[in-house]
């Protein structure tokens, strides 16, 4: 404020009351700046699914709305992408896992598993277009088709450059991707898997150097994403899970076989799927070293997983263990699938979106973008819009501690 100002409103004024003024001056902003708390509307919304990103790890700064998100469980890639996209939990999509078991035999999920519509059906019957931008293959596979466009290193379009294989500069081509198809597509949706850290945190481990260097390269890469949209664009940073350091393993497998029994596993990194349950492998299981939890078909409700074609028994990893043949071991030192990792971050910025904290699951994402986008649907989602509560002013003592000392420095000057 100019000193100016200052004379004016302090000069002649006793100290009791010359304090009271400026109690007022300190108090007036927080009643003259206008606060939004409610999402409003946009014209384009990009999903941006940082996988395997962990909030101890990763962050931005400057996104006028941050919070935290909830992952659905088990904290997998194809459970979680199925949440954001439909909005309801794997209970009613049906995605339980990466994989599934049929006939004793290990099958990748398809996109007709899916159960229900996902925002790319939404988008295109409200007469809009959606796109999904995919680092990895099989997931391009499993939710691409359903997007009027997919772009991913299997299927790109001509004006792409060959996408390259090692992590780091498939990076900055998905982000490159994503400027180019919003030029010349203008899709008014588009969700993004970016897979770096989720690689390199099965590899290196999720505090490893290799992975905060990756941290640092997405940082960067979603700053310029930022800048380079307009005002009627939404931008939303979220992960589909985090990740656990991990170094010891469950060999669920040959560990069931050794004792006799025919139970048939399914490894979802820190959690694992048993079928044709035996009697006494319950009991079995809770016994083993590395083993933290079994969860019984009657509580699966309680984690929205339970589906027809859920699992006889549901099995978790204590802390630094997952569920592998051990030879496989030596190629990870971070897996994700249990509950520990449901933490993940959310950032959002652009048209329709207001300044505070929030906290929401994955399952409120789509009627998120339903509501931003102004679409219409008959789908009763699982999720709800999210509520945005204002960011406490952390530091506000200190404003009124500072404007303590001006004031008693205003006094001397204006004693002079």
């Not at 996109?111 to 229900?116: G, L, T, Y």
Request: glycine share 8%; net charge negative; with cysteine.
């Amino acid at each position: 404020m100019p000193l100016g100002v200052l004379r004016k409103i302090f000069k002649g004024a006793k100290p009791c009351t010359t304090m009271k003024k400026l109690l007022i001056v300190l108090f007036i902003p927080l009643f003259v700046v206008p606060v939004q708390h409610e999402f409003g509307q946009s014209h384009q919304v990009i999903l941006l699914v940082l996988d395997g990103a962990d909030p101890a790890v990763f962050s931005l700064e400057g996104f006028p709305l941050e919070g935290e998100c909830q992952a659905v469980f088990p904290t997998m890639t194809s459970p979680g992408h199925a949440s954001l996209l439909t909005g309801v939990y794997p209970s009613r999509h049906g995605i339980l896992a990466n994989e599934y078991i049929e006939d004793l035999k290990t099958k990748n999920y398809t996109s007709e598993k899916i159960e229900v519509d996902t925002l790319f059906e939404i988008v295109k019957d409200n007469g809009k277009k959606g796109v999904f931008i995919c680092g990895k293959k099989g997931l391009a596979a499993f939710i691409g088709v359903r997007a009027n466009l997919c772009v991913s290193p299997a299927s790109y379009p001509m004006y792409l450059s060959e996408p390259p294989e090692d992590p780091h500069q498939l990076t900055m081509w998905i982000f490159d991707a994503i400027v180019q198809v919003n030029h010349r597509e203008h899709p008014d949706f588009i969700c993004i898997n970016v897979p770096i850290l989720d690689e390199l945190g099965h590899q290196y481990g999720p505090h490893s150097k290799e992975t905060k260097e990756a941290v640092t390269l997405v940082q960067d890469q979603i700053y310029s994403l930022q800048e380079s949209l307009d005002e009627t664009s939404t931008l939303i940073v979220t992960a589909d899970h985090g990740m656990s350091p991990v170094s010891h393993t469950v060999s669920i497998h040959v560990l069931l076989h050794n004792e006799g029994y025919e139970a048939w596993p399914l490894h979802v990194g820190r959690c694992a799927f048993l079928y044709n349950v035996e009697a006494g492998v319950k009991d079995f299981v809770e016994e083993l070293e590395g083993v933290k939890k079994v969860i019984e078909p009657g509580d699966y409700s309680l984690y929205h997983v339970n589906h027809s074609t859920a699992p006889d028994l549901i099995i978790l990893a204590e802390d630094d263990y997952l569920f592998i043949p051990e030879p496989l071991l030596k190629y990870y030192k971070g897996m994700h699938g249990s509950f520990d990792e449901q933490d993940i971050p959310l950032y959002m910025t652009g048209a329709g979106i207001p300044q505070g904290i929030i906290q929401c699951n994955h399952v409120d994402i789509a009627p998120l973008v339903v509501h931003l986008l102004n679409l219409e649907t008959d789908i009763t989602f699982d999720g709800v819009v999210p509520q945005v509560e204002e960011k406490k002013a952390g530091g506000y003592v200190g404003l009124v501690l500072l404007g303590v000392v001006v004031y008693i420095l205003a006094r001397r000057f204006l004693s002079q």
